[in-house]
Nanobody
Framework: QVQLVESGGGSVQTGGSLTLTCTVS????????MGWFRQAPGKEREFVAA????????KYLDSVKGRFTISRRNDENTAYLQMNSLEPGDTAVYFC????????????????????????WGQGTQVTVSS
């Protein structure tokens, strides 16, 4: 059914920038939340950023606020993660995720950071930041 493909990963030095792209294909009625998670070797997967369908609601991991920006183009079924001022701690495999179903507004922000609220996942793209 639904497939998510990430692209844009690579290797950069500290302070550099990368932009990740997530493209969704297949049959879906909505991609109500599009999000990014990451997993470093030997570590748990953690939430990075998410954006609602209208783009009116966004949530970020505290350590990336002011450095990362999530955006989306609904007409292209695509989400982006612009990453600036990259640090070695950002090194990880980055995964795109989609929640298909609507969430009532009072639960939206809280749901964005929870893996089990998402329905579809990409294969991931490697980001490596060297010091």
């Amino acid at each position: 059914q639904v497939q998510l493909v990430e692209s844009g990963g690579g290797s950069v030095q500290t302070g550099g920038s990368l932009t990740l792209t997530c493209t969704v294909s297949g049959r879906t009625f909505l991609t109500y939340i599009m999000g990014w998670f990451r997993q470093a070797p030997g570590k748990e997967r953690e939430f990075v950023a998410a954006i609602s369908w209208s783009a009116n609601t966004r949530k970020y991991l505290d350590s990336v606020k002011g450095r990362f920006t999530i955006s989306r183009r609904n007409d292209e079924n695509t989400a982006y993660l612009q990453m600036n001022s990259l640090e070695p701690g950002d090194t990880a495999v980055y995964f795109c995720a989609v929640r298909e179903r609507v969430i009532t507004p009072n639960y939206l922000m809280g749901s964005m950071g929870l893996e089990h609220e998402y329905d579809y996942w990409g294969q991931g793209t490697q980001v490596t930041v060297s010091s």
